[in-house]
RNA sequence: GCGGGCGUGGCGGAAUGGCAGACGCUGCGGUCUUAAAAACCGCUGGGGAAACCCGUGCGGGUUCGAAUCCCGCCGUCCGCACCA
């Protein structure tokens, strides 16, 4: 990779060694010992109640850089610390190694997918292991591995028996520089391929969905239960999309019924014409001769515009639409009205028809106005009156229904079940609810994913590969050629196979699964990553899940978090795992920026690589840096200036530490009353604040809390307290509360103060608030809530002698100026504010 | 357009109704040293000799007291964007 040197202990660098700390040895030599003695082992058997913490796994694009330290260190201090807590900590690693990088470095660079992903998977590995974090990596679990892959196809295989899993023809979006179809999810901006930037075009074909609006109002449903950040959760509600309204019949010419879907049931009486998406199947029934030309014009232009102007709203004055010829009759005010086709009502969503109340409606309205249609007000707003003829938008606010025989004079929104009610005893119409989510389309026309196990037989059809014969392995041996075509597809020995159903010819689907199916039941496998009867054990993940707190990035919020809790419903229903959601608590990392404030960018050279800082400063350092930047779900520009600082600190606790166990033989000396209550205070009000801190994700102020303890123990020392005892607790509590984020360090200092190996088998040490109270406080005095005056006073003082004492103060009475205070408030403990 | 987050010294940030600027960086001055580095000590929001005054994007409000709560703007980042 020509990067740093990782493992350098005879380093250049002298800047650890000044002090006698030299970072860079200690951290090779104990990351050695917890090879050598399999620390990080997690036991299945413990007793211990257990903690599941998991972090999104990578994609093995090569390298990992600083946004990945800071994804993956800052939970494994989170991590640390539970067990030290107690529990039995389940924290693992694995790779999300399927995917297009790989097979487009096969295409460029002649290299296999598998060679360019393993290689990559190795070097990243021993970079984590550089960081100091707790992987155990038998439990490792990498995608791209027949025995994961195995159950991607086995859990697809489910889901088609259940019909969660079906083929269906139709519009897709398509990447013409991926060279495949793309999910619903993946399309940003309205045509932006999510991947690769290019633009994407819709294209008619018949593609692999998983049924996930199958559990559409069950994924709205629970998300209120779910401890995880608001804005991923509305981001999801949002996605999903729920309107409740009613599906409606109008009657066509032919005497049929045409259906389609409003939330406004109420403003029926208002519709005075209807339109159709362009696609609508029975746009070319309905088009009369006379009309012929011009909508098959508008149809082919609809089809070719891209999404993103059909839907943009810049131009929104600018309606366009075609009349079909046809009328429709609106049986509730039994008038014959006008069928239009207009590509602002879209085919895939409702029925791919509207009713048009221009009144109520704003697109309706402007559609209205731009072809003359006619406008009949329904609802009149309180203290107001419409006149269709000068209104120049339409009113959507609450009001009284008019014009609407029966229903006038009652009140919006109180007339909309109402009128739902009066529909449905009509038989024109019911209640139903509509959602934006779409299925899931999950095929790819690439290599490097998953194979789809179904074979096609000219006599059976479409037939699922029995369980059995899985896998369907991946071929390794297929050409690259930059085609563009999936090497699937000419690979002839893969793809001529025989019917498992008549015994006859019959060939392999090509297509691959999309690598977010992976992605979406991963951390069940590392509960039993070498399983080999089943996707996971079954009491192992009834052992382990739920995850307590998943952590990664916000750019996950809808695609992958929605795709894992849908099938995670999906496996209960199956009955392999106990619960139906599979992430309790959520987190998000910020994104870390380049220096300048923009991305950091590969090409621009301003990537930020570890490896060299980690050579340099030691990954304690690093560590501690990254959490010291700032809030971690913040992120923010990467400055190296505050290295500097963190490396002093450790610095500082090196040499107290170093010190105090050059005498920790001698026995212990005694200690004045005053200083022992000082040091227990500190110790004590700094496990608090640490403590407190690491259950809130609050890491800056945490490291904060820690440097202000060794601060206040330098600015204490002196020789004859290094050998007091509660000196040495004071020292040997730093060095615990110290361990989740520096492990090389606290580990180091540790045995040098003669405790038990390991550190990090040692217990998270206990807060006793009677030892951390302060016996004195700075009681603050305001006049008009100004700070006036603060002074030293017991801290358990009453009111009565807190208020006596502040005005008996000189520089109140100076700000009195001779008048009488009107008020005195007294906050306990705080403050006396006296009001002249 | 709609929804959400954010706005505090030279910089990263702390304080979520009670001392604004914890902690770190930077900068300046000093100790040690032949010298430098490291380390250590002091100062480091603005004005002022001081008392004190001003100060948390801008304007208003609530309160004894507001960075924090409320109303209205401005800026910035993110999400959604004709979903009937």
């Known amino acids: 990779m020509g990067g740093a040197e990782l493992d350098n202990s005879q380093s250049t660098s002298n800047r650890g060694t000044v002090s006698g700390y030299d970072a860079v040895a200690i951290q090779s030599r104990w990351r050695d010992r917890w090879q050598a003695d399999d620390l990080y082992r997690v036991d299945d058997n413990s007793p211990l109640p257990k903690w599941y913490s998991l972090t999104m796994y990578p994609y093995p694009s090569g390298t990992l850089h600083v946004g990945h330290w800071y994804a993956f260190a800052v939970p494994d201090v989170f991590a640390r610390y539970k067990r030290m807590n107690g529990f039995n900590v389940l924290f693992p690693m694995g790779f999300d190694a399927f995917g297009l990088p790989a097979e487009n470095a096969a295409i460029r660079h002649g290299i296999h997918p598998a060679t360019w992903t393993y290689d990559n998977i190795a070097h990243m590995r021993k970079q984590y292991d550089q960081?100091?974090?707790?992987?155990?990596?038998?439990?490792?679990?990498?995608?791209?591995?027949?025995?994961?892959?195995?159950?991607?196809?086995?859990?697809?295989?489910?889901?088609?028996?259940?019909?969660?899993?079906?083929?269906?023809?139709?519009?897709?979006?398509?990447?013409?520089?991926?060279?495949?179809?793309?999910?619903?999810?993946?399309?940003?901006?309205?045509?932006?391929?999510?991947?690769?930037?290019?633009?994407?075009?819709?294209?008619?074909?018949?593609?692999?969905?998983?049924?996930?609006?199958?559990?559409?109002?069950?994924?709205?449903?629970?998300?209120?239960?779910?401890?995880?950040?608001?804005?991923?959760?509305?981001?999801?509600?949002?996605?999903?999309?729920r309107s409740e309204g009613a599906r409606v019949a109008f009657t066509m010419e032919n005497g049929e019924a045409l259906d389609f879907f409003t939330t406004r049931p109420d403003t029926v009486w208002g519709a005075t014409f209807m339109v159709l998406a362009p696609e609508h199947p029975l746009v070319p029934s309905l088009t009369t001769e006379a009309q012929r030309e011009e909508v098959e014009a508008y149809v082919d232009r609809s089809r070719r515009r891209s999404d993103i102007e059909r839907m943009s709203t810049d131009d929104e004055n600018e309606r366009t639409g075609v009349f079909t010829g046809s009328t429709i009759r609106n049986p509730i005010t039994d008038e014959q009205i006008p069928i239009w086709i207009a590509d602002y009502v879209l085919m895939g969503y409702g029925t791919g028809a509207i009713m048009a109340v221009p009144a109520q409606d704003q697109r309706d309205f402007e559609f209205a106005r731009t072809f003359g249609l006619p406008i009949r007000v329904v609802i009149q707003p309180d203290g107001e009156v419409l006149d269709p003829e000068t209104m120049t938008e339409a009113y959507a606010g609450p009001g009284t229904l008019v014009n609407s025989g029966q229903f006038n004079g009652v009140r919006v929104p109180e007339g909309v079940p109402a009128i739902i009610e009066w529909l449905q005893s009509e038989g024109r119409g019911a209640a139903e609810v509509n959602f934006r989510l779409r299925d899931w389309l999950i095929s790819r026309q690439r290599y490097w994913g998953t194979p789809i196990p179904v074979v096609y037989c000219d006599g059976c059809g479409i037939v699922p590969v029995p369980d059995d014969q899985l896998p369907v392995l991946l071929p390794l041996d297929a050409e690259f050629t930059p085609t563009g075509q999936s090497p699937l597809v000419s690979h002839e020995a893969f793809l001529n196979t025989t019917c498992p159903s008549c015994g006859g010819e019959a060939r392999r689907e090509t297509d691959t699964m999309d690598t977010f199916v992976d992605s979406s039941w991963y951390w069940f496998r590392y509960t039993s990553p070498h399983e080999a009867n089943a996707p996971f054990d079954k009491d192992a993940a009834a052992r382990w899940t739920p995850v307590n707190l998943y952590t990664g990035g916000i750019e996950h919020a809808i695609l992958h978090l929605l795709y894992a809790r849908f099938i995670t419903k999906v496996l209960n229903d199956l009955g392999f795992v106990e619960h139906r959601e599979?992430?309790?608590?959520?987190?998000?990392?910020?994104?870390?920026?380049?220096?300048?404030?923009?991305?950091?960018?590969?090409?621009?050279?301003?990537?930020?690589?570890?490896?060299?800082?980690?050579?340099?400063?030691?990954?304690?350092?690093?560590?501690?840096?990254?959490?010291?930047?700032?809030?971690?779900?913040?992120?923010?520009?990467?400055?190296?200036?505050?290295?500097?600082?963190?490396?002093?600190?450790?610095?500082?606790?090196?040499?107290?530490?170093?010190?105090?166990?050059?005498?920790?033989?001698?026995?212990?000396?005694?200690?004045?009353?005053?200083?022992?209550?000082?040091?227990?205070?500190?110790?004590?009000?700094?496990?608090?604040?640490?403590?407190?801190?690491?259950?809130?994700?609050?890491?800056?102020?945490?490291?904060?809390?820690?440097?202000?303890?060794?601060?206040?123990?330098?600015?204490?020392r002196s020789d004859d307290l290094l050998t007091t005892g509660p000196w040495r607790d004071a020292i040997r509590t730093l060095v615990l509360l110290l361990a989740p984020s520096t492990p090389h360090l606290s580990e180091e200092l540790w045995e040098k103060l003669q405790g038990e190996y390991s550190v990090?088998?040692?217990?998270?040490?206990?807060?006793?608030?009677?030892?951390?109270?302060?016996?004195?406080?700075?009681?603050?005095?305001?006049?008009?809530?100004?700070?006036?005056?603060?002074?030293?006073?017991?801290?358990?003082?009453?009111?009565?002698?807190?208020?006596?004492?502040?005005?008996?103060?000189?520089?109140?009475?100076?700000?009195?100026?001779?008048?009488?205070?009107?008020?005195?408030?007294?906050?306990?403990?705080k403050l006396v504010n006296v009001v002249a």
């Not at 992987?135 to 697809?156: G, L």
Request: hydrophobic share 40%; glycine share 6%; net charge negative.
């Open 131 to 241: 960081m100091g974090a707790m992987i155990d990596w038998s439990r490792e679990v990498i995608s791209s591995d027949p025995e994961f892959y195995h159950w991607n196809q086995w859990i697809f295989l489910r889901m088609l028996e259940r019909g969660l899993a079906y083929r269906k023809a139709g519009p897709v979006w398509w990447c013409p520089n991926d060279k495949t179809v793309l999910a619903n999810e993946q399309v940003i901006d309205g045509n932006i391929c999510e991947r690769c930037g290019a633009e994407v075009s819709r294209r008619d074909l018949e593609q692999w969905y998983f049924r996930i609006t199958e559990y559409a109002d069950e994924l709205l449903e629970c998300l209120n239960d779910l401890d995880w950040p608001e804005r991923v959760i509305t981001m999801q509600r949002n996605w999903i999309g």
């Open 582 to 716: 599979p992430f309790v608590r959520l987190r998000n990392q910020g994104i870390i920026l380049a220096a300048e404030g923009t991305k950091m960018s590969k090409s621009r050279g301003t990537q930020v690589a570890p490896d060299e800082l980690v050579a340099v400063h030691g990954a304690d350092v690093l560590r501690l840096h990254l959490m010291y930047l700032g809030p971690w779900d913040q992120g923010g520009p990467w400055n190296d200036r505050g290295l500097t600082g963190m490396e002093r600190f450790l610095r500082r606790v090196y040499t107290l530490a170093v010190d105090t166990a050059a005498v920790i033989d001698q026995p212990e000396s005694s200690i004045d009353a005053s200083t022992e209550r000082t040091l227990q205070r500190l110790t004590h009000a700094t496990i608090e604040r640490v403590s407190r801190d690491i259950e809130g994700f609050q890491f800056n102020t945490m490291v904060a809390a820690l440097i202000e303890m060794s601060n206040a123990l330098g600015d204490l």
């Open 760 to 829: 990090h088998h040692r217990s998270w040490p206990t807060f006793d608030p009677e030892k951390a109270k302060e016996d004195s406080i700075e009681l603050i005095v305001q006049v008009n809530g100004k700070l006036r005056d603060k002074i030293v006073v017991p801290a358990g003082i009453s009111e009565e002698e807190a208020r006596k004492v502040a005005l008996a103060s000189d520089r109140v009475a100076e700000h009195l100026a001779g008048s009488e205070p009107r008020r005195v408030i007294y906050v306990p403990g």
